[in-house]
T-cell receptor
Framework: DQQVKQNSPSLSVQEGRISILNCDYT??????FLWYKKYPAEGPTFLIS?????DKNEDGRFTVFLNKSAKHLSLHIVPSQPGDSAVYFC????????????FGKGTLLTVNP | GAVVSQHPSWVICKSGTSVKIECRSL??????MFWYRQFPKQSLMLMAT?????????EQGVEKDKFLINHASLTLSTLTVTSAHPEDSSFYIC?????????FGPGTRLTVT
């Protein structure tokens, strides 16, 4: 049973436009959500996170939105740059779980020049 | 800050031999470290949670006698793949937790011939 789902395996956008990556979860105990960026043959790099008590967190070009009632979060990248091309993983953590993260399968973002 | 290193970055070994992978948190102390495995075009699969000074907690389906984990200090965890077989060939990634985030190492590519 996949508790964190990224239903789009890939996304292609034009440089300068907005990239929107989506993530859905099923476990209502999740209270903290993170986005990671990963290049091939490298470890994931932490991008941005959001606590369940918030509905938005912004850091530069990256904004994460959380809709708890829909169990949905999204990552917005504006403006998109070719260097943003990578696999993006959504991850979630439940309180008291010793920081164990549950990952989605990832979305490959390609930003075309 | 929050740098995690792994050594080696890649290793080739013969079937039946054992391989040790080190994971170090370079600029912070991590009471908890995690070991993941990633198959091609798949998500990160959590193998085990490693706590300093205690036995690791393995996820369901992961053989603890095959994947030996030791967390001897607050900055070092090791994963030993014992009696490696070609099906153990994979990309192994460790992470260390600091506050609410996990910081990942660059990964180790293991190829068993």
């Amino acid at each position: 049973d996949q508790q964190v789902k990224q239903n789009s395996p890939s996304l292609s956008v034009q440089e300068g436009r907005i990239s929107i990556l989506n993530c859905d979860y099923t476990n209502s105990m999740f209270d903290y959500f993170l986005w990671y960026k990963k290049y091939p043959a490298e470890g994931p790099t932490f991008l941005i996170s959001i606590s369940s008590i918030k509905d938005k967190n912004e850091d530069g070009r990256f904004t994460v939105f959380l809709n708890k009632s829909a169990k949905h979060l999204s990552l917005h990248i504006v403006p998109s740059q070719p260097g943003d091309s990578a696999v993006y993983f959504c991850a979630a953590r439940s309180g008291g779980s010793n920081y164990k993260l549950t990952f989605g399968k990832g979305t490959l973002l390609t930003v075309n020049p | 800050g929050a740098v995690v290193s792994q050594h080696p970055s890649w290793v080739i070994c013969k079937s039946g031999t054992s391989v040790k992978i080190e994971c170090r948190s370079l600029d912070f102390q991590a009471t908890t470290m995690f070991w993941y495995r990633q198959f091609p075009k798949q998500s990160l699969m959590l193998m085990a949670t490693s706590n300093e000074g205690s036995k690791a907690t393995y996820e369901q389906g992961v053989e603890k006698d095959k994947f030996l984990i030791n967390h001897a200090s607050l900055t070092l965890s090791t994963l030993t793949v014992t009696s490696a077989h070609p099906e153990d060939s994979s990309f192994y990634i460790c992470s260390a937790s600091a506050a609410y985030e996990q910081y990942f190492g660059p990964g180790t590519r293991l190829t068993v011939t």
